[in-house]
């Protein structure tokens, strides 16, 4: 979709670049749409709250019957441990709360290794950040014994270890083995399994953030280069990687859920475990637990392994902007539209060469950008049709001086007003990737080789990946609990308004079998497919309605 606009000034294009800027490339979080936005839906029972620790940890059994090995601590109240940690946490019962505060240092970001979820038979997943190894192989006794503890949380105390029991719990490190030992002159690294005896390391081989977002980037591209059609050819979106990088995350899924199901424990990380981690833990869950493939059971899901263990959302995502997205360039002219008189240009716009993020390069944004294409170049031309001498200029806001009224009217306050967090520029390119939108995208593939075992179906999985970027809801806001817990207040939950959804039918999945037999779901890497209806911007409903039409013109 391209748009055209044509006005009798300068000055109004001017004002609708400038509005665009404005409101797209913010430097306080509070600035966002989210918080002027309240969605009230009347008897929703879908606030913040869908999601409570006690709760949900008491429905796997903590603290009693198959998880009497387990206890829950608030050593991280008030985010005193951890800051990207909630403040309630579950860890194995026999270690002290002194134990675990020394444990957490030898973590990266003091991310120590906490349960995540706890099967009926025992088995457990646990999630943490790399240890702190480094170049001269440091060790931590209290992180040993952590790990020794989860690993033997399902033993009857006193037994000795089963026939070769201990070769069977895992340490997932989700890392390419190269990277987690690249990492050791950092100070960081993978463990020294000489000192975890109970258990074996498994790399998976799955790429840092940088990788994904560049991946994504040719996606975008060769969207592009299809013109108005936007269907890339098979050979096309193999060549961009993404897919490859989908069935990485999905053999990693298997490996756990296989593990677990057969009743071992699985610890796992990446490097500060809250993008890869986050991955794995919530898809593997929602293969082992069938409560987690209905809605509710859905978003609780999101708000545990994503909300509250610290994927940072609004630096992933690019919440805040870009203001290079809009900068004013030379354009190539065209001939004036006779009719109207209003110069009318086509132009490519600016692209950013380096390896960034920011407004363009998250999925919402690239796609955005590419249909307000067209205004920018208009607008640019116009500009430049009505200052026939102006050299090419690397910020439109020297226009400005030309029109005061526009410069009060767009002028940033100085101050940061309410919440006190501002997005960091200096990171905002460098940490933008589509990580949740991978976990959106496995979802997917799940649902599409299990159709029966979800209550749910992609119309949910394309709202949210909406609301991940339209910055409407206070959900996909801030980088971790302690960022959010101040700002949460202010702004509605994306679930309050999928309650509000749910009146209908909309999210429904026609071919869920309730009364059918709670077997896991095993990924099979082997069978990926384009999700056309996210990359393509299409709505899977629309093909629904228009059978519907066929069928009742038939008869």
Not at 170 to 194: C, F, H, K, L, Y
Request: aromatic fraction near 10%; hydrophobic fraction near 35%; glycine fraction near 8%.
């Amino acid at each position: 979709m391209f748009l055209t606009l044509r006005c009798e000034e300068v000055r109004q294009l001017y004002d609708v670049f400038a509005t665009m800027k404005h409101l797209a490339c913010v430097d306080s979080i509070d600035r966002l749409y989210a918080f002027s936005h309240r969605e009230a839906v009347e008897g929703g029972a879908w606030t913040w709250g869908v999601y409570d620790p006690a709760e949900e940890f008491g429905r796997m059994g903590v603290g009693s019957g198959v998880g009497e090995f387990w206890r829950f601590t608030d050593i991280n109240r008030g985010f005193a441990l951890c800051p990207t940690y909630p403040p309630v946490l579950v860890v194995p019962a026999k270690i002290s709360d002194t134990t675990l505060s020394y444990a957490a240092k030898y973590r990266s970001k003091c991310r120590l290794p906490v349960l995540c979820y706890l099967h009926p038979n025992r088995a457990s997943m646990t999630r943490s950040s790399q240890p702190m190894v480094g170049l001269k192989q440091a060790r931590s006794v209290q992180d040993e014994k952590l790990v020794e503890a989860i690993l033997a949380s399902s033993e009857p105390l006193g037994s000795a270890p089963r026939f070769n029991y201990e070769r069977s719990n895992i340490i997932i490190d989700a890392r390419p083995t190269t990277n987690a030992v690249v990492n050791r002159a950092v100070g960081a690294g993978s463990e020294n399994m000489e000192h975890y005896k109970r258990c074996r390391k498994v790399y998976l081989g799955i790429d840092n953030i940088h990788v994904m977002r560049d991946a994504l980037n040719r996606v975008v591209e060769a969207i592009e280069s299809t013109g108005d059609s936007g269907v890339v050819a098979r050979i096309q979106a193999a060549r961009t990687g993404w897919l490859r990088h989908i069935e990485n995350i999905l053999v990693g899924v298997k490996t756990i859920v296989l593990a677990i199901d057969a009743g071992h424990h699985v610890v796992v990380h990446c490097s500060d475990g809250w993008d890869r981690t986050a991955q794995l833990t919530s898809l593997a869950q929602l293969c082992l637990d069938p409560y987690y493939r209905t809605i509710r059971g859905f978003a609780v899901l999101v708000e545990k392994e994503w909300v509250s263990f610290g994927h940072q959302f609004s630096l992933r995502c690019g919440h805040s902007g870009h203001p290079e997205r809009f900068k004013v360039s030379r354009a190539k002219r065209q001939a004036a539209d006779s009719a109207e008189g209003t110069p009318v240009v086509e132009e490519e716009s600016e692209r950013a060469e380096e390896a960034g993020g920011g407004y363009e390069f998250s999925m919402f944004g690239r796609f955005a950008t590419k249909a307000l294409r067209g205004v920018q170049s208009r607008i640019t031309s116009a500009i430049q049709a009505a200052s026939e001498n102006l050299e090419d200029v690397d910020d439109p806001d020297p226009f400005l001086a030309e029109y005061p009224e526009l410069q009060a009217k767009y002028e940033r306050p100085t101050a940061n007003g309410g919440n006190g967090f501002k997005f960091g520029r200096t990171k905002h390119d460098h940490e933008t990737s589509p990580v949740f939108q991978q976990f959106l995208e496995c979802v997917y593939q799940l649902w599409v080789q299990h159709p029966t075992m979800f209550e749910f179906n992609e119309v949910l999985l394309l709202d949210l990946f909406y609301h991940l970027h339209s910055a409407q809801f206070g959900t996909f806001l801030g980088n971790c609990a302690r960022e959010r817990s101040g700002f949460a207040g202010g702004t509605s939950s994306v679930w309050t308004w999928v309650w509000g959804q749910l009146q209908g039918d909309k999210y429904l999945n026609p071919l869920y079998g309730e009364d059918e037999p709670r077997r896991v779901v095993v990924p099979d890497p082997g069978f990926i497919q384009y999700w056309s209806a996210l990359f393509s911007c299409h709505d899977p409903t629309l093909k629904k309605d228009e059978e519907a039409k066929s069928s009742e013109n038939l008869n």
